[in-house]
């Protein structure tokens, strides 16, 4: 059993559902601490339980002795997603379980074991290298699978006001699909989300004359906004996307029109539109199919902006790394959710996503294979090794 699969095994074992942390921040601060690391204990929200509980955040650093030494940060999260069902676990879920080959429990890919490996790349790194002239922290947060209100967002902004400057970040997120490092994500797209509510009249279905159907009004709208072409995209990001998640009206029979309509959309947008652009751009439309300002109400909720790292230092080390370790040629990508990418990177001036792979993520029976665990921790070592020369 190596380092990182007994660190990772430790990590599993405390029961942190989001926003709990369990115990592994102190876990991880114990390890660091020989090596010089100092850690900063950030708790913000309320002391209630609930969305918006206390939220524990761990900021531990190591500063090099070189006032010019680039800062590299490993971001991460140890809250977990609930199970699920108990009973459908071949092992319970915070019982770190080795079998087939893998590493089962809930976290070991989403994501203890990045953590595990940060810790371990750290320490093997400072054996050989005592006194590098690199920076090297850790950002840990148990907010990022809840609101993500009292999490790494709190952190950047309490990092902003002491004039922290961060080089380079890796965050530890699931981004390979079939073998460990074989996707990185050197950015994400932005994500914006309405709450659009259209106003009617309610009457009789038999007497239309007598009504005003929302969902009538809003449908042009919807088909026009539905068969847009946003943007093109660019060379790190696909074309922004419009998705309608629900449509509610009705009063629950067939023969009343209906007095309201509520639409939920999003977008997810690449950089080459804007959250604002946006915006103007579906009131229009609305108001170009008849509605007036009195017609309708949206309500917006920015989730996070895009953010891209173009290739340079950090994403060839992490290519470079990859290629050595797993003799694979990694693929850059900027698809699927956000992350706690999207706060970093308004403070760091590269930041990329490397992590194990994700088939298991969030779901039933989570796992592993161990064969990703040590190859994992070697990628980490190897970025760093390479930053610093």
């Not at 999260?77 to 069902?85: E, I, M, N, Q, S």
């Not at 080089?167 to 989300?193: A, F, H, W």
């Not at 915006?279 to 008849?290: E, N, T």
Request: charged share 20%.
């Amino acid at each position: 059993m190596t380092s990182t699969l007994r660190l990772a095994e430790q990590l599993i074992a405390c029961h942190s559902p989001t926003p709990l942390d369990g115990g592994c921040m102190d876990i991880i601060a114990a390890r660091l601490a020989p090596l010089g690391f100092v850690a900063t204990v950030l708790e913000f929200g309320e002391a209630e339980t609930g969305v918006n509980a206390k939220v524990k955040n761990l900021w531990i650093k190591r500063q090099s002795a070189d006032a010019n030494a680039k800062t590299l940060v490993f971001a991460g999260h140890t809250d977990v997603v609930p199970t699920g069902p108990l009973d459908q676990w071949t092992s319970p879920p915070f019982v770190p379980t080795v079998r087939d080959g893998k590493l089962f429990g809930r976290g070991a890919s989403d994501m203890k074991t990045s953590i595990a490996a940060f810790v371990v790349a750290v320490e093997e790194f400072f054996k050989i290298y005592p006194q590098p002239k690199l920076s090297m922290a850790l950002l840990l947060t148990s907010d990022e699978e809840g609101p993500s209100i009292n999490g790494t967002v709190k952190v950047c902004e309490w990092l902003k006001a002491r004039g922290e400057h961060l080089d380079y970040c890796i965050v530890g997120e699931p981004t390979s699909i079939d073998q460990c490092g074989d996707m990185i994500k050197n950015g994400r797209r932005g994500s914006l989300n309405g709450k659009l509510q259209v106003k009617g009249i309610q009457a009789h279905i038999g007497y239309p004359q007598l009504g005003r159907n929302p969902i009538h009004l809003v449908m042009p709208a919807l088909a026009e906004l539905a068969a847009k072409k946003w943007d093109n995209g660019n060379e790190y990001f696909e074309p922004t996307q419009f998705q309608i998640s629900n449509i509610h009206g009705g009063a629950g029979a067939t023969n009343i029109i209906p007095n309201s309509c509520v639409i939920d959309f999003n977008f997810r947008f690449c950089t080459e539109s804007t959250s604002n652009g946006l915006q103007a751009i579906v009131d229009k439309a609305l108001q170009s199919s008849g509605l007036t300002a009195d017609d309708y109400k949206i309500d917006w909720a920015l989730s996070g902006q895009p953010f891209i790292t173009p290739v340079g230092s950090l994403v060839q080390a992490a290519r470079e790394a990859i290629k050595a370790v797993s003799g694979i040629d990694t693929v850059l990508s900027t698809t699927g959710g956000t992350s706690d990418g999207r706060f970093i990177s308004q403070i760091c001036d590269q930041v990329i996503e490397l992590g194990p792979t994700n088939a298991t993520i969030h779901k039933i029976n989570e796992c592993l294979p161990l064969a990703d665990i040590e190859p994992l921790k070697n990628i980490y070592k190897g970025v760093i090794e390479r930053l610093v020369k």
